[in-house]
């Protein structure tokens, strides 16, 4: 009976402390425990949806719950940005291993620092540097060059003599040129010199008539000079503003290549008539001859221009040592000769 009634005291002893103990709140549970047990988090997850207490324990008052929310969210969010760009490095770094040296001008195979580096210096530097390749490339084009060009020169005109002595028999003559012409820049845009190379024909012509009235006598005297001469014109030549008409002034020197002579006089009186005839080069030319030019040019084109030549000799063009006439105005002549041509030039 005795052992009957202690158990039934300690039964209802255990039921008393539970009913006593429902009112009491849980141990404290440790946040380090929690988050060595959570993978590194320290919210708690038992299954459902609700919020994670944001604190547990004495001492929560109930306002710690929207704090950590936010501080949740936060890290969500910096945690997404993170892996976003993780995942854009990796993407970047997949096109970069497809990209070969040959692909390098595809957009997508650009380096973006490598162009974010250049600045407007760079790009003033790279506008300056092709447009002077654009000028040579377009000077290249335009014959050999702005400063130099080749070309060529064919000329006609006529000749007289009127300066030096015994001049006044000596009629209008006829020439003809051809050349290879190289002109270039000298100093300054606007001035140029020419060069050519020039193979040059003349004909001087004479003719005397002596009537004597005393006398039934007259004398009809004609001669011929042909030569033929290698001549290095040198010419500096001045553009006007328009760039169309040109100005120059220069030398010539010519060297004789050939030359031939003849010589008719013709006799008359009332009963007879005499004709006497020497074919034999009796009017030696000279072998060097000396001139001065001037000329007056007109620009047609790039490629054609046409010009008037004024020369005039400073060498006599007979060499009166070996002229064979007995004439005396021609054994004595001392004759300077004026040419005018006109000439047109093609360059290349």
Known sequence: MKL???LTAIF??????????????PAEVDSAWIASQNGGSTELNDGNNEETPACIG????GTETAATSETGTAASAESDTTTAAKEKT???????EDCTPADSLLPECRDDKSVSRYDDDDDDTY????NEN?????????GFSNGFTLGFRFGGGFNTLLLGERTENWRLGYEASAAIVAQTKVGIPELSLSVGLQFSYFRYRYEANDDFEYDDYSEKDEAQLN???FEVPAIFKYALESNDITVGIGLDLGIKLAGSSNFDQTISTSTTTEHISSKDDPLPSAGVELSA??????LVNRNFSVDLRFLQRFTNLLNNDVVEVSEIALKKASLYGLHVTLGLSLYL
């Open 127 to 130: 506008d300056r540097y092709a």
């Open 58 to 61: 004495d001492g929560c008052d």
């Open 227 to 229: 030569v033929i001469l």
């Open 4 to 6: 009957l009634r202690v």
């Open 293 to 298: 030019i001037v000329e007056i040019g007109y």
């Open 90 to 96: 990796a993407e970047n770094d997949s096109d970069e």
């Open 12 to 25: 209802f002893s255990g039921i008393v402390c539970s009913a006593l103990a429902q009112d009491e709140y």
């Open 134 to 142: 654009a000028e040579l490339s377009r000077a290249s084009r335009e």
